[in-house]
Structures are given as structure tokens and as C-alpha cells.
């Protein structure tokens, strides 16, 4: 089975210039071209451009998908992982939606409402699986009882902080800063300060931590919010500081 370009282009709500940009990318390379020019694709490249979109859909700019892809050789494993992040957003919108209906029906109706159903779906407890597999349970379990101790003031201030550093890597990238300068360094080294505060942050732990922010879509988001390729610069910047400091 083959499409051609503008058959992929239609069932994929997208346009055959933007088809043909990630060709030129090597991003998305058809299966082949026609005598007449015209490009064709293959099941290969439709599984390969669903996971592009897919990376879109997650924040993702192009050089980090190209990334991404590269490091993930393994299609079946790779879509295993899409799927589920999917279906844990799913289930996180599904738990708000059905949250804000019970609001909706409580305030309407004059009825109390309960703390438990306001803010289901809401809950930074839904990582404890991820963060117990990654770092140990110690570790959630410890992050956990400093979280549940902050006001929401509190709260607000540490997320801003990470809000900030995010930005200023960001700001960083698009100067042209190089990974070890003493300016990228000293964002750095906020960035650790950071994380210390709910754990000791070994050089093991930062390198590793700056390869996750590459490799899982998520954490790209984040960073690359900021401009394509930032995801990578805090990585490359991490691993320096990690090798200088810790």
C-alpha cells in the first residue's frame, strides 16, 4: 500500500508544502518519487508521520522530533510510549471534566462542596508511579510531605521559580550562549539549587535528569516551548555543570 502526497496530505488535516518541508528535513523522506515528480508513501512512512503529529501535539518543535525519532529506533516500543501518554491524558481530562461537572451541579443546586471532588484530576500525585519507578519510592515519598507542607503561596513561588529558569535557558539559546559559559552555567546551577530542594542532586542524577528532558516528550514541552532545540542545550548545559561541580 502507498498514498500520495496529497492523499496523505488530506487524512492528515495537513498540506503538501509542509509534507515536502519535512522531506527536505529528512524528517518524513517518501518511500518514493514518481517519474512525474510526485511523491508516494508507504506504511513505514504513515506509522513515522503519525508519530510526528503525535510530537506536534506534545509541544514538540522539529529539531527535537528529529531527535526524538533518532533515538527511538524501535517503532512498536516508540508508539507503546505515545500511547501511553495518551491514554494517561485521557484519563487526567477525564477526571477534570467530571470535577467540574460536580462543581458545576453542586453550585448550581446549593450544595457543599467537597475538596476531594473540586480538585480530582488536578493532583501532582498522579507522577508517583513514574517518580517511584525512576527514583525509589524514599524519593516520592519524601518530595510528597514537602509538597503537602507548602501553602499555596508556597506552591505557586517554587512552580514560578522552575517557570523562570525555563524561560531564562530559553532566553539563553536564542543569544547564542554557549552551554559552558559562565552565563548558561549560573542557570544552571539555579536549576540545581532547585532540585535540591526535595533531593540530593548527584552528578549521576543531573546528567541523567538532562537526558530524560531530551528524551521524553513531556519534558521537551517544556523547554522547547521556548524555541526549538532548547530541550538540548539544557541537557548539553547540565551534563557540564554535572561534570565540573558534582
Keep these: 500500500m502507498e498514498w500520495s502526497i496529497q492523499d496523505i496530505a488530506r487524512l492528515a488535516g495537513t498540506t503538501s508544502r509542509t509534507l515536502r518541508h519535512y522531506d527536505q528535513l529528512g524528517l518524513l523522506v517518501p518511500s518514493r518519487v514518481g517519474g512525474n515528480g510526485y511523491r508516494y508513501y508507504d506504511e513505514e512512512c504513515l ?10 501535539q506534545l509541544g514538540l518543535g522539529l529539531p527535537a522530533i528529529a531527535e526524538v525519532l533518532d533515538g527511538q529506533r524501535d517503532t512498536v516500543a516508540a508508539l507503546r510510549t505515545h500511547l501511553a501518554l495518551l491514554e494517561q491524558e485521557r484519563d ?7 470535577s467540574v461537572r460536580t462543581t458545576l451541579r453542586k453550585t448550581e443546586e446549593g450544595e457543599p462542596l467537597m475538596a476531594e ?3 480530582d484530576g488536578f493532583d501532582h500525585t498522579r507522577y508517583e508511579q513514574e517518580v517511584t519507578e525512576r527514583w525509589g519510592r524514599e524519593a516520592y515519598e519524601r518530595g510528597d510531605r514537602w509538597w503537602r507542607s507548602l501553602s499555596d503561596a508556597e506552591k505557586k513561588a517554587f512552580q514560578q521559580q522552575h517557570l523562570d529558569i525555563a524561560r531564562d ?18 542557570i ?19 546528567i541523567g535528569l538532562g537526558e ?18 532548547v530541550a538540548a542545550f539544557v541537557r548539553d548545559a547540565m551534563k557540564v555543570y554535572a561534570e565540573r561541580n558534582l
Excluded at 544552571?188 to 526535595?198: A, C, F, G, N
Design 188 to 206: 544552571v546551577r539555579r536549576h540545581v539549587d532547585w532540585l535540591s530542594v526535595t533531593m540530593n542532586p548527584t552528578k549521576e542524577y543531573v
Design 212 to 229: 530524560m528532558y531530551v528524551a521524553d516528550p513531556r519534558y521537551t514541552a517544556n523547554y522547547d516551548r521556548h524555541g526549538e532545540g
Design 47 to 56: 506509522v513515522r508521520l503519525q508519530r510526528i503529529l503525535l510530537l506536534r
Design 117 to 119: 471532588e473540586v480538585l
Design 169 to 186: 535557558y530559553g532566553r539563553a539559546h536564542q543569544a547564542g550562549a554557549h552551554v559552558d559559559s559562565d552565563e548558561v552555567q549560573d
Design 92 to 98: 487526567r481530562i477525564a477526571r477534570q471534566i467530571a
